[in-house]
């Protein structure tokens, strides 16, 4: 699975500890509800030695985070406590496996990166991701997330250690786990990272803005507001901020912040919305939807009065990912394959039942129920994104963040109406800025520092609770 996890990491203010052994290490770890990407560093020479990323296998439980909040909540199948029934306890386990795994992978990778003689030891990890996925992991309740208020069990920024982590014992109000299974056990039993080793998990903001949201800020120089953004007070590591900055992480459940800097009359703001935009941006739900691998279909160009498709690896096409979604909507839109309300007007064959659809390949076709998926994910993003610009005079620097963030092109993501036309070209690709930022925070206790600021400092905002969010998100639907 082609996932990204490159991006620019933050200056790091201190100096490194002179008395670490070449040995010891640190991981990074981004939970995404898709994706999950673990970043392995040397604490000494603070150098990247290796990454490996997976597709998350919660899946299995909901491509989104409201499914598997409602399969948490849900009474466990029977009162059975020598299997893993229960909903906290399957997703806890489940993560917590794949995690153990990903990290022994990670380690033995690494090994060869180090000096000769030094086997690595790892000293520390940062864990971050939304707030249900990092509740899941620390096995804390969902239940009240499931309904509004949506006020979470904890906002984390805890410093705890990896065994707690593992048993679910980070908390006093941690749920009660079932026993895990005899291969799980078994796994438990002897895992790759000391049980003494510190683990920190960065801040929340709220039910729907977690920790990657904050780390994303630290990765795209976020200041914190309030402090008068002058030159005067800056730290060497900072740089005045003048513009406004607008942060977006665009995927299942994207997360958006608006920085407005400090003025004369007002001190600044950071106003941070989430957008449920569901996984049509993964390459889920839609009829030949898959992940970013070998033979998914990227980009689309129209030749010669028909649609030609490029796949990654150049491979035979096997489907469509969120770039390729993107891509193939813009190109039939210019093209007039399909009208300004997403209906297929230019049919290129018929499916089972006789309703039109969009053939891109003899194995790879586009259904009308595939473009309205697309046309509902798009306005959640849209409607998010043009709330947040109501409240800047300025046009601010708009960072994208995150895989599909990174791969997506911006000319045809504005065609389709998914960015608002004034950013196109005031646009910076971060990469994966919250592994990025949780990366920075292995070596910083000033930047954890700042991760509390901007966590403290910002205001969430609910669009479902505005008043015109209905009648906006419906007219963000047509391209």
Known sequence: MQIVTDGEMPKIP?????????????????????????????????????????KNNQVRYGYDIIRRIAFAVRPPLTGSSTVVESGPSALHYCIISQLEKMFTRAIMESSSKLPRGFQPKVKSIVLTGNTTMLSFVCATSVNTMAAAPFTPATLFDTTTTWEKIRKGQVYSYCTVLDKPTPELISLFESSSVPNDAEVYIPPCIGAFIGADAVCSMIAAGFPIPGAKNDAST?????????????????????ELCLFIPDSENRAGRILCTSAASGPAFEGANISCGMPSTEGAIDKITYLHESLH????????????????????????LKNKYIDKNGIIIREKSKLGDGTACIELTPAVYLSQQDIRNLQLAKSAVKTGLEFLLEHTDETPVFCIAGGFGSKINLEEATTIGLLPQQLEKRTIQLGNAALSGASALL?????????????????????AGIPEFQERFLKGIDF
């Open 14 to 54: 201190e100096l490194p500890e002179v008395e670490l052994s070449p040995a010891e290490i640190g991981i990074a770890v981004d939970i995404g509800t898709t994706t999950i990407a673990v970043s392995v560093w040397s604490l000494l020479h603070r150098k990247h030695l290796v990454t490996v990323a997976e």
């Open 234 to 254: 800056l730290r060497p590591w900072e740089a005045k901020v003048k513009a406004p900055l607008l942060l977006a992480d665009i995927g299942t459940n994207s």
């Open 309 to 332: 498709c490029h796949t990654i690896g150049d491979k035979n096409p096997r489907g469509l990912c969120g770039t390729g979604l993107i891509s193939a909507a813009a190109v039939m």
């Open 443 to 463: 070596f910083s206790n000033v930047l954890r520092d700042k991760a509390r600021a901007l966590a403290k400092k910002s205001i969430q905002i609910n669009l």
